[in-house]
């Protein structure tokens, strides 16, 4: 099956800096793809869906200003948590399809964990 | 977004079939079925998807009910390896074509 990368696998960031974490469709072209968070215990909680080359949705009670999702490629779309906060500690989890068709496979990372300290 | 009702949680026997029932009565004629299931600490992992037509690939079946207000996933044969959530989540046919998750049957599967 097609391969979605996430880098870094987990990352720990002071409270008050930015993080940035990366994610790659490794052999297709991701039209559209999707972040999700997920805390302990808890089901995915989708965040945003971008599309290549455009600004990407949110979802109510996502702050734009604070999660910064680029999709300037058909490969690579970055999350950016600015000014991050313990509250903002989580499993961060891209997905990428190919887009389109609602019948298309959605391909998902491995995940990455935040900890802001 | 449509919804869907799973059970919280089923267990079974290794070697044993596994079916795993999910209802979405507020279906539109749109909508995909679509099964992902999550290991602790992984991302989800694409099980099936359907639209009216039962469905079976290499890890599972998908049986899909005539009015489509319910399907089950079948596991013919499952393995400690299949203990995972299963998410069943429909996909609009429209619009941004979105994953919503719900809270998934977490399945455990006992030697």
């Known amino acids: 099956g097609a391969v979605v990368s996430q880098h870094p696998s987990w990352v720990i960031c002071k409270s008050g800096t930015s993080v940035k974490i990366e994610c790659r469709s490794l052999?297709?072209?991701?039209?559209?793809m999707f972040w999700y968070r997920q805390f302990p215990k808890q089901s995915l909680m989708l965040m945003a869906t971008s599309n290549e080359g455009s600004k990407a949705t949110y979802e109510q009670g996502v702050e734009k200003d604070k999660f910064l999702i680029n999709h300037a490629s058909l490969t690579l779309s970055t999350l950016t948590v600015t000014s991050a906060h313990p509250e903002d500690s989580s499993f961060y989890i891209c997905?990428?399809?190919?887009?389109?068709?609602?019948?298309?496979?959605?391909?998902f990372g491995e995940g990455s964990w935040l900890t802001v300290v | 977004d449509a919804k869907t009702t799973q059970p919280n949680s089923m267990e079974s026997n290794e070697e044993e079939p596994v079916h795993l029932p999910c209802n979405h009565s507020?279906?539109?004629?749109?909508?995909?079925i679509h099964w992902y299931r999550q290991l602790p600490s992984q991302g989800p992992e694409y099980v099936i998807h359907g639209l009216t037509s039962n469905v079976n690939n290499r890890m599972a079946s998908l049986a899909i009910a005539e009015d489509r207000k319910s399907s089950t996933l079948i596991l013919h044969r499952a393995t400690l390896r299949d203990a995972a959530v299963y998410y069943c989540?429909?996909?609009?046919?429209?619009?941004?074509?979105?994953?919503?998750f719900g809270t998934g049957t977490r399945l455990l599967v006992s030697p």
């Open positions: 052999d297709f072209q991701a039209t559209t």
């Open positions: 989540i429909l996909r609009d046919g429209t619009g941004f074509q979105k994953l919503v």
């Open positions: 997905s990428a399809t190919r887009g389109g068709f609602a019948g298309n496979t959605i391909y």
């Open positions: 507020t279906i539109s004629g749109t909508d995909y």
